[in-house]
């Protein structure tokens, strides 16, 4: 009977009819001319397995055990056509189909849905695996804003933004570093030099390249160095009154006290003024102005007098007070009106008019 198996024969084994019936006969393709040729030789003899191959329709038919089936040897396929995400396809040979991602259509993945993969534990089979099962590689769970720094986040896309609220160090005490602030103009910038320990402003002549308007510059210890030698720059300082100012300017060589007329513009309260070389003018040629020495007895003092055109010592009764150690007292061109009060000794000799 079909589906009996398989059976081998070797020399000199007895080949009965049940063997040639079920091993042979009816484990073969039979053919018969038509489906009823087929019926009539094997009416009594079906069984589940039979194939017969019916000539005048060309088909080849099975017994499934209640009845004969048609198969079909042609295939009813005329084309593979690459759906959603795949590419290839064809209508005619071999033909083949791939994954093709770019063109699938855009979708925002959430945890609940799918994705194929090579599973590496199973021969690289193609499996699905849930979003929310894919292993994360990083091991960051929240970004945290430090100081001087704003945002973070423990989920999704994290942004930091640079917010300078608090002291910033640059550098470390004793391993300073260099600092640079650029401007719009090229070239133009303020830098600290760390090895030189020095602020540096590279501004554009004619503008103010540093502008404190209110507070105070302190220098604790060190110099105030305007320019360098040989190559001097002009200094100003205003007052409260306008037009009133000391100015140093470098390319006459002089400093400038610009103040108000009957006020003092400069006072030197304790200390020395000292011309180590030069001259001291008081007014011009032309145009005078009163200069008044005190001494340390109220009242005494020796006035030039500009508009009078005169010196007045004004002493105490008694006293020098002009005195020429040596050389000589010449008076050109005048005389001598009045002594009031007061001698003229030299060396010893009482000179009188």
Same mark, same amino acid.
């Given at each position: 009977?079909?589906?009996a198996?398989?059976?081998?024969f070797?020399?000199?084994?007895?080949?009965t009819a049940?063997?040639?019936?079920t +091993?042979?006969?009816?484990?073969?393709?039979?053919?018969?001319?038509?489906?009823?040729a087929?019926?009539?030789?094997?009416?009594? =003899?079906?069984? %589940?397995? $039979?194939?017969?191959?019916? *000539?005048?329709?060309?088909?080849?038919?099975? +017994?499934?055990?209640?009845?004969?089936?048609?198969?079909?040897l =042609?295939?009813?396929?005329?084309?593979?056509?690459a759906?959603?995400?795949?590419?290839?396809?064809?209508?005619?040979g071999? &033909?083949?189909?791939?994954?093709?991602?770019?063109?699938?259509?855009t979708?925002?993945?959430?945890?609940?849905?799918?994705?194929?993969i090579?599973?590496?534990?199973?021969?690289?089979a193609? *499996?699905?695996?849930?979003?929310?099962?894919?292993?994360?590689?990083?091991?960051?769970?929240?970004?945290?804003?430090g100081?001087?720094i704003?945002?973070?986040?423990?989920?999704?896309?994290?942004?930091?933004?640079l917010?300078?609220?608090a002291d910033?160090a640059?550098?470390?005490d004793?391993?300073?570093v260099?600092?640079?602030w650029?401007?719009a103009?090229?070239g133009?910038?303020? $830098?600290?030099?760390?090895? %030189?320990? *020095?602020?540096?402003? %590279?501004?554009?002549?004619?503008?103010t390249?540093?502008?404190?308007?209110? #507070?105070?510059?302190?220098i604790?210890? #060190?110099?105030?160095?305007?320019?360098?030698?040989?190559?001097?720059?002009?200094?100003?300082?205003?007052?409260?009154?306008s037009?009133d100012?000391?100015?140093?300017?470098s390319?006459? %060589? *002089?400093?400038?006290?610009?103040?108000?007329?009957?006020?003092?513009?400069?006072?030197?309260?304790?200390?020395?003024v000292?011309?180590?070389?030069?001259?001291?003018?008081?007014?011009s040629?032309? =145009?005078?102005?009163? &200069?008044?020495? +005190?001494?340390?007895t109220?009242?005494?003092?020796m006035v030039?007098?500009?508009?009078?055109?005169?010196?007045?010592?004004?002493g105490?009764a008694?006293?020098d007070?002009?005195?020429?150690?040596?050389g000589?007292?010449?008076?050109?061109?005048?005389?001598i009106?009045?002594w009031?009060?007061?001698?003229?000794?030299?060396?010893?000799?009482?000179? #009188?008019?």
């Amino acid at each position: 009977m079909a589906g009996a198996g398989y059976k081998s024969f070797t020399t000199g084994d007895v080949l009965t009819a049940s063997d040639l019936n079920t +091993y042979g006969i009816e484990q073969t393709i039979m053919v018969f001319a038509s489906s009823t040729a087929r019926d009539t030789a094997l009416s009594s =003899a079906k069984s %589940e397995g $039979m194939f017969a191959f019916l *000539k005048d329709s060309d088909s080849l038919t099975y +017994y499934d055990g209640s009845s004969w089936t048609v198969v079909d040897l =042609a295939g009813d396929i005329t084309g593979v056509t690459a759906g959603t995400a795949l590419s290839g396809g064809g209508t005619s040979g071999t &033909v083949t189909v791939n994954v093709d991602v770019n063109s699938a259509t855009t979708a925002t993945g959430t945890s609940s849905d799918y994705m194929l993969i090579a599973d590496v534990d199973d021969s690289n089979a193609t *499996k699905k695996a849930l979003i929310s099962d894919v292993v994360a590689t990083g091991d960051i769970t929240g970004v945290t804003a430090g100081t001087n720094i704003s945002g973070g986040g423990t989920s999704g896309t994290v942004t930091v933004n640079l917010a300078i609220d608090a002291d910033v160090a640059v550098g470390a005490d004793g391993a300073g570093v260099d600092m640079t602030w650029h401007s719009a103009t090229s070239g133009d910038y303020a $830098m600290w030099d760390a090895s %030189e320990e *020095k602020l540096i402003i %590279e501004g554009t002549n004619g503008a103010t390249a540093l502008d404190v308007t209110d #507070g105070n510059v302190v220098i604790g210890d #060190g110099t105030l160095t305007v320019g360098s030698d040989g190559a001097g720059e002009d200094v100003t300082f205003h007052s409260d009154t306008s037009g009133d100012y000391m100015q140093w300017d470098s390319s006459a %060589e *002089k400093l400038i006290l610009e103040g108000t007329n009957g006020a003092t513009v400069l006072d030197v309260t304790d200390g020395n003024v000292v011309i180590g070389d030069g001259t001291l003018t008081v007014g011009s040629d032309g =145009a005078g102005e009163d &200069v008044t020495f +005190y001494s340390d007895t109220a009242g005494d003092s020796m006035v030039w007098d500009s508009s009078a055109e005169s010196l007045t010592i004004t002493g105490t009764a008694g006293q020098d007070a002009l005195a020429v150690a040596a050389g000589d007292l010449s008076l050109n061109s005048a005389s001598i009106s009045s002594w009031t009060d007061a001698n003229i000794v030299l060396s010893g000799q009482v000179f #009188g008019g």
